[in-house]
């Protein structure tokens, strides 16, 4: 049955709606606004907005409006189409959590008169929530799941030809819009929980938009959120600069106080920054389970830390059976408030089943007993097990501990729940558009989300919401989760908007427009697959690709497998299912293992998702039969009659995930206490990642890495497969690259010639080859020049002065004086260097003169001579000694016993007189005196001072009275000299 059927006649139940409904409704501040929702949705009677005939349409005239170009905004004059003389039917509403926004709401337009001939569409973000909001609707309806109220899913549905309200996921509803975009048989959709953002609600919304504007006016939407930028969206929902109206419920019907103590200050000691976020969660747990009544929700970024704060649990509470409950246990009751109670813990995230799903949000049983209101008055005192869980079995009153994810943040009712512990972590997912990986990422959450938490304590009754951190925190926090299409693989978006007739996504409405160059990057890769053409426009196998309803890479390893046979492409979709619905298989970091739990399971899921392999196996080998070999196919088909593991099939389409193990850098001493250590793994796309010692994959030498968590640098392997590196050099050949090196060995100084084997950045192999001779060799000097600097090349003292020396003379006088500074001489490497290199792979000990005869070959010879009287290398002083200028930054410094320079009256210059000596004036052991460019002015000035220090302390040396006429000296002598 379509899910776009219309309802063949109304229930009894839906005629009584009105009066079943107003006893549940009376006190929920949703009753405030069903007026305004009323007018907001009313549309007209008028003809310009019945749009369509909201009849069903037959699979051609669907197509034909798929394919037909029809959308006046994008293709007519090239005008946006501006709302008509009618309002448009579209609003925002803006309700507090549990003023029944996504139950009562739907149920409400039931009783619309535009509803009557139609179904309305309720989208929510989580499996969890569809599920639980169509209960609770048919319970308000007195009736079962199915009959007016249905839903449906990935994996799951249940509804009927009578279904009038359809809840589902909002992935669902994309591909419904793509496939039938005049949404026959559909008067309304409520997108739920908006405000979680994520990228298939943000492209339906879009979509949703399009379908309006262009073929259904008469289609109402409505956005709904507890927190959400409304202004915002209300503008998206109105073409032409307009904004729809905004709804919003003020108040929330129980208050829910707000309590802040930040990790690290917990009840059982723990005072450290460090503590570990499942202590923390554990502890306050702890607290007020004795503390305060009613159930707990504990809010934690992921499975693992659900885990491991349940196991926490288990050990501090005694009498607890794993997951199940605790038992109350012997002794004296210590806690009033906690005497007589048995806890449940139970766990809630979305790779349980469904079962397990159900189990942590059903209500606990609570047999007779006294009941009182507690709460603990100081959090620091140091509450013993015993204490919270002594219990007299005669009084006992059932409670729930529930561990959950994200999972439980919105569009959800767990009645028992009075206090929420907020750890304000999320996991979420990050696409990195380089390596094309999507890694999961640990963040604070939004404001937005912490009050959609805090408000799970006050659904019932007045609550408490603690959250784990300083409120000064609050400041830093974004306001709104950030949306999930500025950080997601777009390459889904992109296949399914070319098949739509969209190649330009400016052409639709996005709440947030998708990140420019995330769309190059996903078109680009597209494109390289072979799903779209240069122009942009799908192709049959992006078709296919797309037909098979999956991740784009998982659809092409399934095309991939589809060529070798049934049997491959099964255990293909069978991989394909486990990586994309949580908890199939298990949650183990070894996919193999993972299928075969897959593969073993009995539950009703597991067994709807082997059929749905089957389904999805047989359409890729229809699809496959009528394409040539997808271009990143490369398992060979003599492979067809071994049923490939995990991670061959892995591997031929993920190819630059495969890893290897590196070797430990630094192993265990003897005697060393041994800990668990992780390993380190290289991947073929350059990043680093590790796996934990407790993994069965621990010690694998080759993965193919599938899931990760963490820095992009080096990421935790969530989720993995071995493979054989045998296997991965025969099929993947054409990834391997074979090449020949020349490089640089920085401890010889010399040039080392290998041929290498990598598979990405991955070395398989490594081969020392004869050194490098004549133009190889001099290429590779040029390289390594490059690569490493002038320093490695044999500077000696002449070729260092001559390149101080023309740089003196460039940064005086310029043109023609060549510029020989470090990036203007590596610019120049083939005009100074190559000419005067010998072809050897090592400079010869006794050739020091090369890189001289390399500069000088940037002069002319008149330059060369000019060179020579302009910044001569050495001065002659009075003594007729002839002594090495230094030159640097921009002076020449002759550094020279003060004695030499007797008698000299006029200061030395160079540069053709225009730049003065800087000279260093020497003691007889060598120390500066005095620095000047002004002799003259020294033998008249300070002489004195430093001639009267210096005669204690050398009285073997000259310090005459008047040095201009002393003659100069470069000896010590036992009598003073005569006068001159």
Partial sequence: MSETDLPKRQTKATENLPKRQTEAIEDLPIKQVLAGIDAALSGSDNAALSGSDNGTLSDSSSEVLRRRDSRIRRHGDGNEAKPGPVALPRAVLVAPPGAGKSSFVPLHLLQAPWAQQGRIILLEPRRLATRALARRMAQLLGEQVGQTVGYTMRLEKNYSAA????????????????????????????????????????????????????????????????????????????????????????????????????????????????????????????????????????????????????????????????????????????????????????????????????????????????????????????????????????????????????????????????????????????????????????????????????????????????????????????????????????????????????????????????????????????????????????????????????????????????????????????????????????????????????????SARATKARNLAKNLAEKACRLAALLPLPPMSVIKRGDSKNLMSAGEILAATWWERVARRQKDENPRKIGERHRAKPAEYLMANGRGAFIDETSPLFGQPWLVCLELSGSLAKARIRAAAAVSELWLRQHLADKISDETYTVFDEESRALRRFRQCKLGAIMLESVPLPPPQGALADAGWLQAVRQFGLAILPWDKTAENLRARLAFLHGHFGAPWPDVGDQALLGRLEDWLLPHLRGQAQFAAGDSSVLSRALSGLLTYDLRKQAEKLAPSHFTVPTGSNIALCYRQGAAVLSVRVQELFGLRQHPAVAGGKVPLTLELLSPAGRVLQITADIAGFWAGSWQDVAASQRGRYPKHFWPQNPETAAPTGKAKSSKPKSS
């Avoid at 106080?257 to 930040?262: A, G, L, Q, R």
């Avoid at 100081?378 to 005669?394: L, R, S, T």
């Avoid at 597209?526 to 942009?536: N, P, R, S, Y």
């Avoid at 797309?546 to 979709?573: D, I, K, T, W, Y």
Wanted: glycine share 8%; proline share 6%.
């Fill in 163 to 602: 279904t009038r309200i359809l809840v589902m996921t909002e992935g669902s509803f994309t591909r419904l819009i793509l496939d039938n975009p005049e949404l026959p048989g559909i008067c309304a959709v409520l997108f739920d929980e908006f405000h979680e953002r994520s990228l298939e609600a943000d492209f339906g919304l879009a979509l949703a938009l399009d379908v309006a504007d262009s073929l259904r006016p008469d289609l109402r939407i409505l956005v709904m959120s507890a927190t959400l930028d409304s202004a915002s969206i209300a503008a998206l929902l109105l073409p032409g600069g307009g904004a729809a109206p905004v709804i919003e419920a003020r108040g929330r019907n129980f208050p829910v106080e707000i309590i802040y103590h930040p990790r690290g200050q917990g009840a059982r000691g723990a005072n450290s920054r460090a503590e570990r976020v499942e202590e923390a969660v554990a502890c306050a747990c702890c607290t007020w389970l004795a503390g305060a009544e009613g159930s707990i929700l504990a809010f934690l970024p992921g499975q693992a830390e659900i885990k491991r704060t349940q196991a926490l649990l288990e050990d501090w509470l005694p009498g607890i059976q794993p997951g199940r409950q605790r038992v109350p246990a012997e002794g004296p009751a210590h806690s009033e408030t906690a005497a007589g109670e048995a806890v449940i813990i139970a766990p809630l995230y979305g790779g349980l089943s469904a079962e397990e799903q159900e189990r942590a949000i059903k209500p606990v049983t609570r047999p007779a007993g006294r009941q009182k209101r507690g709460r603990a008055t100081d959090w620091g005192d140091n509450i013993a097990p015993a204490a919270i869980i002594a219990a007299a079995p005669e009084t006992r009153i059932t409670r729930k501990i529930v561990l959950a994810t994200a999972i439980a943040e919105s569009a959800l009712t767990i009645e028992d729940v009075r206090i929420v512990i907020d750890s304000g972590l999320a996991r979420l997912p990050v696409f990195d558009p380089v390596s094309g990986m999507t890694r999961l990422q640990t963040q604070r959450v939004s404001l937005a989300s912490a009050a959609q938490r805090a408000g799970r304590a006050g659904r019932v009754q007045a609550g408490l919401a603690v959250r784990l951190w300083h409120e000064e925190q609050n400041k830093a926090l974004p306001a709104f989760t950030p949306p999930e299409i500025l950080a997601a693989d777009l390459r889904n978006l992109l296949l399914d908007c070319a098949d739509f007739g969209i190649i330009n996504l400016r052409d639709l409405r996005f709440a947030s427009p998708p990140p420019a160059a995330a769309c190059r990057q996903a078109r680009q890769n597209l494109q390289d697959l072979g799903a779209l053409d240069k122009t942009g426009q799908i192709t049959p196998l992006g078709r296919a690709l797309r037909q098979l309803n999956l991740p784009v890479n998982h659809a092409h390893m399934l095309l991939s497998a589809a060529q070798l046979g049934r049997r491959q492409a099964e255990r293909a979709a069978a991989l394909a299912l486990v990586l994309t619905e949580a908890g199939l298989g298990g949650a183990g970091s070894d996919l193999d293992n993972r299928l075969e739990n897959f593969a073993r399971d009995k």
